[in-house]
């Protein structure tokens, strides 16, 4: 009887048995009827149980002010040790060019396209995750992005504070930390060990240096322990894509280039369900343009939800309203488009029968900071012009058995420049998809782009272009 006594669990120890399980397979106790994965590589005693308050991480200030000045400290140091002469100069910095950023007031800089439109947001995202990863949300991380911004522009460099600096690392900063964070979430393992674990904490330092260098300061690269349950998004799709492309000047057949091209898109969440919290769902691309030096990087696309409501949710239609804020970067040997930007969407799934679906999407965007292409000299020094504007974007997709399969897309941009030739830039693009699902991991594309710009300038002629692009690509998608 002694022996049935101790091999009999009593009702509250299998309890506590379902609630360790459930912890250990979404990283704290999951309610009744909500989907989990177990990890079923971990036993329950390998890997200490938490409760979801351990995951509110303490909330550590001056460890995240003393990241953001390492930081600017390293770029300063790098500028100033690494860079040839005379760009090496502008990072000398002393008392005295602090203390005439300060009086100075800001300015519009001539740095190129690639520096303002994409190092500086990068930039900014590197502050932003030092707030994320020492346990600041969205919003207050968002704060930190700003301090940074300054923090560099008054005390990181001996150029003068510039507004479009000030508004490219912070705003768009906010998009690529969050990214970045998100991202790296779901590469780290937290339950990992061994070889696995390296691997996986050296992949998120890539995706994430602030945080990854945060999580090896701390100590959290090598403590094993449950991961927290938000880590992976309720749905995500991401492809790599390897292809050719062609440019055209105004027709496609009159083309410049033929080059070959290396892509990364993805979805984040559920652009339907996933609206609770900025960034619960997101859509973002990159695009390397092979052998096209200095415009190797050819795209930078940020698309993230930062709140909405649902309209109308049935088993064959969804509805809902949402804001987004965006960040663009395209740059070509045609072209240059930028713009940080929030706006207001509306957006719609049709199943049109068990396999197929139709989404449309409606959004205007108002631009906080565009910057497009400049036909002229001027004395910015810059070939594109700054300035804000407004925008609006049309998106018509039909899937196939939860696979893209035709898409159609237009863009409008109006800009009104205020640092460089006065001039109205009023921007298009217009895309044409076709998918074709080969395997479930597998898809042969072609996109065909049309670019059409018109300039009209105050004192100089207008200038009209047109830029057929099309890109022929294999692309491999995870779920």
Not at 112 to 135: C, E, L, V
Request: glycine share 10%; net charge neutral; with cysteine.
């Amino acid at each position: 009887m002694q022996r049935r006594a101790v091999l009999k669990p009593t009702l509250r120890q299998a309890a506590a048995g379902v609630a360790a399980v459930c912890a250990l397979a979404g990283g704290g106790p999951v309610a009744a009827g909500t989907p989990s994965s177990v990890d079923s590589t971990k036993s329950i005693g390998s890997v200490p149980l938490r409760t979801p308050e351990s995951f509110v991480a303490k909330r550590r200030g001056l460890r995240t002010i003393a990241e953001i000045l390492a930081q600017n400290g390293i770029q300063t140091l790098g500028g100033r040790f690494f860079m040839e002469p005379p760009s090496n100069q502008g990072f000398v910095i002393s008392t005295h060019t602090i203390h005439e950023n300060l009086i100075s007031g800001q300015e519009w800089d001539d740095n190129t396209f690639s520096a303002n439109n994409y190092r500086h947001p990068w930039q900014g995202g590197m502050y932003f995750d030092a707030a994320r990863a020492n346990g600041y949300d969205f919003w207050a991380s968002s704060m930190f992005s700003f301090a940074g911004s300054a923090l560099w522009e008054y005390t990181g460099e001996a150029h003068h504070p510039s507004y479009n600096d000030m508004i490219n690392t912070h705003v768009g900063g906010i998009a690529f930390g969050e990214v970045m964070f998100r991202l790296s979430s779901m590469v780290l393992d937290n339950t990992a060990t061994g070889s696995n674990r390296a691997w996986r904490e050296l992949g998120a330092l890539a995706i994430s240096p602030t945080r990854g260098f945060n999580r090896m300061f701390t100590g959290e690269a090598f403590k094993v322990h449950a991961n927290p349950p938000d880590r992976i998004p309720s749905v995500h799709q991401f492809g790599f894509d390897v292809g050719v492309r062609t440019l055209g000047e105004d027709r496609l057949w009159s083309s410049s280039q033929t080059r070959m091209f290396i892509g990364v898109e993805g979805q984040y969440g559920d652009r339907f369900r996933d609206l609770a919290r900025p960034f619960d769902n997101f859509a973002f691309g990159l695009r390397l343009n092979l052998k096209s030096d200095p415009k190797n990087l050819g795209r930078i696309l940020m698309h993230g939800v930062l709140g909405g409501r649902s309209l109308g949710d049935t088993a064959t239609h969804q509805h809902i309203i949402a804001a987004y804020q965006d960040l663009d970067y395209i740059d070509n040997d045609a072209y240059t488009y930028g713009g940080q930007s929030f706006g207001v969407g509306y957006q719609s799934r049709f199943a049109t029968s068990s396999q197929t679906a139709l989404r449309t999407a409606l959004f205007v965007n108002g631009i906080l900071l565009g910057a497009t292409k400049s036909d002229y000299a001027n004395v910015s020094g810059r070939d594109y012009d700054y300035g804000p504007g407004m925008g609006f974007k049309f998106v018509a997709s039909m899937s196939r058995n939860g696979r893209e399969v035709f898409s159609l897309a237009h863009e409008s941009y109006y800009i009104h420049s205020v640092s460089g030739n006065d001039m109205d830039s009023y921007v298009n693009f217009s895309t044409v998809r076709v998918l074709a699902p080969a395997k479930d991991w597998f898809t042969i594309g072609v996109d065909y782009t049309l670019y059409h710009a018109e300039r009209r300038y105050a004192l100089y002629p207008d200038v009209t272009t047109r830029n057929p692009e099309l890109h022929a690509y294999l692309a491999w998608r995870i779920d």
